[in-house]
């Protein structure tokens, strides 16, 4: 059992059945007693999932191997709440790692995807949807005049890097430091301790011929970038970037740093793609190239695009584009690209974001400047090092007292700090990323109760 004192009770107590208020020494004050988490059934599924899945899991983080302690099996969720197994309650600062901008089971997509299940889960054949979806993508990224569904953002990404060497006729990649494009081979790249240093692979099974193409740069800093070029002029096919990395935990682009990167490959006839699979519809309608003010040649988008389906999208120039397979010479497939079930989603998801634009991103941002400002505060109060990285409504709690601009000031947070305050927070009911080197992302469900909770929480883990 752990002790949360508030001074709030109305706003959080409702939240969790079990826990209940108790007077405060002083007057007006409260103490929420927290139940201490059972997690008897999600431990036996666990048990049973390791007998059939390599660590319990399909994605590795899910695991908790960096944070420690059992996962809890997620048995449903609604709006900005999960429930498990064991009938806990958790309120969600994670969102499916992102996809959930308008909570879960957002009434409007729930219903999109029942409709779209009885007319039939896939055709292997066109539908007016993927053309629906494709122009409410294009009426929110205007640079993307063509694009292609598949179903995922690895496939997305892994694509538009395909595309950009057959449409240049060249063979290497920058990616920096830090970045995650998915699982591909040549984007599983660690980050490199030398300045345009020849790619190391990040993984097991990935030959270092595979990723001897992928150059991988600290983020941030332009130089490194001029300085690839200078010595490959006419070699480098793209640069690949996630605008707003979200893969590191949470690290905002210096300010020019994108439009450096813009000009850079303009005047070396590099291709820009911008990896907006977290950012895009998520930092703005937009995304960061509407923030920032950037246009890219290619963009990838995938979690929100889908509606928590399986979907990603890559896309951009037209002249580009058609050099994709039927038009032109580089092949891309998918049995389920385009899925009927996830382009209704997505259409559902989409239109209810164009339509209430100004709403969802103003209340984003103010609900997640509520929480993110909250907790720091409390850190402050408690004397912990705190760095809050945030846009909108993505953000990170980096536990170090350093400015984080790049992949190694991240790296330099204390991460079992981190896993302490993770699970202290777990305890008290709110679920974080699992790792220090992830996003947290705030939904349109979130509210002043939510913001009251995951405050009152903070100062139960790092003031007791
Ligand atoms: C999640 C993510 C990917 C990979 O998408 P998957 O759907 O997990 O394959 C690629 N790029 C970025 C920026 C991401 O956040």
Wanted: hydrophobic share 45%; proline share 5%; glycine share 12%.
């Amino acid at each position: 059992m752990s002790l949360i004192p508030s001074t709030s009770t109305a706003l959080v107590a409702r939240h969790w059945p079990g826990n209940r208020w108790i007077r405060g020494e002083r007057a007006g004050t409260f103490i929420l007693e927290c139940m201490a988490l059972t997690l008897t059934r999600s431990r036996e599924l666990q048990l049973r999932a390791e007998q059939l899945l390599p660590g319990g899991v399909d994605s590795p983080v899910r695991a908790f191997r960096a944070v420690g302690g059992d996962p809890p099996f997620v048995k449903r969720a609604e709006g900005a709440y999960l429930f498990d197994e064991d009938g806990n309650q958790y309120l969600d600062l994670f969102g499916s790692w992102g996809p959930m901008i308008l909570g879960h089971a957002f009434p409007p997509v729930v219903e999109a995807i029942q409709q779209a299940a009885a007319r039939g889960a896939s055709f292997g054949a066109s539908t007016a949807a993927e053309g629906d979806l494709a122009e409410l993508v294009q009426r929110c990224f205007p640079v993307v005049e063509k694009l292609r569904f598949v179903s995922s953002g690895t496939e997305a990404c892994m694509s538009a890097i395909r595309l950009a060497r057959g449409f240049t006729g060249r063979k290497f990649v920058i990616k920096f430091e830090g970045c995650y494009h998915g699982h591909s081979d040549a984007m599983l790249v660690k980050a490199g301790s030398g300045v345009a240093t020849l790619g190391i692979p990040g993984s097991a099974g990935v030959p270092e011929e595979t990723v001897m193409h992928t150059l991988a740069l600290p983020f941030n800093d332009l130089e490194v970038v001029r300085a690839a070029f200078a010595a490959r002029p006419e070699e480098i096919a793209c640069v690949i970037v996630e605008p707003v990395v979200g893969n590191a935990g949470t690290i905002l682009p210096a300010a020019g740093y994108l439009e450096g990167l813009r000009e850079i490959t303009t005047e070396f006839g590099a291709l820009l793609i911008v990896d907006e699979v977290m950012t895009g519809f998520r930092l703005s309608l937009g995304g960061a190239q509407q923030l920032y003010g950037i246009k890219p040649d290619l963009t990838t988008l995938g979690k929100i695009v889908g509606g928590g389906l399986p979907c990603g999208a890559f896309g951009g120039r037209a002249d580009v584009m058609d050099y994709l397979a039927p038009l032109g010479p580089v092949y891309q497939a998918g049995t389920l690209s385009g899925n009927p079930l996830a382009m209704a989603a997505g259409i559902a998801m989409l239109s209810h974001l164009i339509a209430h634009e100004d709403e969802v991103y103003s209340g984003l941002e103010k609900t997640t400047r509520a929480i993110a400002e909250g907790v720091a505060a409390v850190a402050r109060e408690a004397g912990v090092a705190l760095t809050t990285n945030r846009v909108g409504s993505m953000f990170t709690w980096f536990f170090t007292g350093d400015a984080v601009t790049d992949f190694a000031s991240a790296a330099a947070s204390d991460t079992a700090a981190f896993g302490r305050f993770h699970r202290a927070m777990l305890e008290a009911g709110v679920w974080l990323p699992a790792s220090q080197f992830e996003a947290a992302f705030i939904s349109t469900a979130h509210g002043k109760a939510e913001i009251a909770a995951v405050v009152e929480a903070a100062r139960g883990a790092l003031i007791g």
